[in-house]
């Protein structure tokens, strides 16, 4: 985002999408070298939606899948909202990557801790942390402090989201990781798609801080009713792994 940012200043709206195209066709060139992963194959031909039978992967998808809720408003209004309040558009750019450093900065520590402990505890610590902290953004009218609060949402998911893919992918069996990737991939688009046409159309009845008020309680309900429904099913509790 901070790139496409300087790309605009120096050049034209068309200048980041161009660079884009142009990275994408060099990334899908050099995947062609990547050797395939020989992971284990499943002769089952049930649907995806099938593994929702069992309460403990529902609660946890659901836990996990609950950050798109806030992912799809942000993703919403976060741009007209820092124009609102006088921000640049570079400083708009340069806001999603400062979003994003914590998360990639944090990912990896995240994801070796949830695998020697089991990660459910810091899944459910970082995702509460950042829907609480996103409460914030109802708050603070400065451009800064906004920026600020994301950052600090950043470290929460960093750790919350990564443990949680984590747990997710222990519900099922290695046969069936394909089928649920493919069920959660699905769940967080449709959870991004309608929270970011509800988050829009708040903003625009009733501004920012109805936003930021209602789609983290919506977070917070997902993130309870995932844990309430993992505890109302036969437990396959994540297993920490040896390094």
Do not use: K
Request: aromatic content about 10%; hydrophobic content about 55%.
């Amino acid at each position: 985002p901070a790139a496409a940012a300087v790309l605009v200043e120096v050049g034209t709206l068309d200048l980041p999408f161009f660079v884009i195209a142009a990275t994408t066709v060099a990334t899908l060139l050099a995947m062609g070298r990547l050797q395939p992963d020989e992971a284990l194959q499943s002769v089952s031909r049930e649907s995806s939606l099938q593994l929702l039978r069992s309460p403990v992967l529902a609660g946890t998808l659901l836990l996990v899948t609950s950050q798109f809720l806030m992912i799809g408003a942000w993703e919403a209004v976060w741009a007209i909202s820092l124009t609102d309040l006088g921000a640049a558009t570079w400083t708009i750019g340069l806001s999603f990557t400062l979003f994003a450093l914590p998360m990639a900065a944090f990912a990896p520590l995240g994801g070796s801790i949830a695998q020697r402990t089991g990660g459910l505890g810091l899944a459910v610590a970082g995702l509460s942390f950042a829907t609480a902290a996103s409460l914030l953004f109802a708050v603070f009218d400065s451009v800064a402090a906004l920026i600020i609060v994301a950052m600090f949402i950043g470290v929460g998911a960093g750790f919350g989201y990564t443990a949680g893919l984590f747990v997710f992918s222990q519900t099922v069996d290695d046969d069936r990781q394909a089928a649920a990737q493919g069920l959660f991939g699905a769940t967080e688009v449709l959870f991004s798609g309608v929270s970011s046409v509800l988050a829009a159309w708040m903003y625009d009845i009733s501004g920012r801080e109805t936003v930021w008020i209602v789609m983290p309680i919506l977070a917070g309900i997902a993130i309870i009713g995932g844990l309430a429904l993992r505890s109302s099913g036969s437990h396959r509790e994540p297993q920490p792994v040896d390094a």
